[in-house]
Nanobody, 115 residues
Framework: VRLVESGGGLVQPGGSLRLSCAAS????????MRWYRQSPGKERELVAT????????TYVDSVKGRFTISRDNAKNTVDLQMNSLKPEDTAVYYC?????????WGQGTQVTVST
């Protein structure tokens, strides 16, 4: 299993970023995918979840209305569109797949929201 995130960077408050996760080594279409984030000194937080077919999405309250998770099962990718970014969104963002009770993670991509 391999998960590779991309798309992070430095953005001003109110700006947008689109994160992408490329998945390989498992049957992507069969699994729920998740985005987590972790800020220094804080626990890793679940940000968004998308069902295997993409029909059902859920979000942590702090990002509702600003973030959108999506997936392309033909390309084995899952994206996180982040709009109206705030300084408190600054974190390392991780793609996650849970396969037979084991969690798999990418290397993470840094998102920094600052002036």
């Amino acid at each position: 299993v391999r998960l590779v995130e991309s798309g992070g960077g430095l953005v001003q408050p109110g700006g947008s970023l689109r994160l992408s996760c490329a998945a390989s080594g498992f049957t992507f279409i069969n699994y729920v995918m998740r985005w987590y984030r972790q800020s220094p000194g804080k626990e890793r937080e679940l940000v968004a979840t998308i069902s295997s077919a993409g029909a059902v999405t859920t979000y942590v309250d702090s990002v509702k209305g600003r973030f959108t998770i999506s997936r392309d099962n033909a390309k084995n990718t899952v994206d996180l569109q982040m709009n109206s970014l705030k300084p408190e969104d600054t974190a390392v963002y991780y793609c996650n797949a849970r396969i037979i009770v084991r969690d798999y993670w990418g290397q993470g991509t840094q998102v920094t929201v600052s002036t």
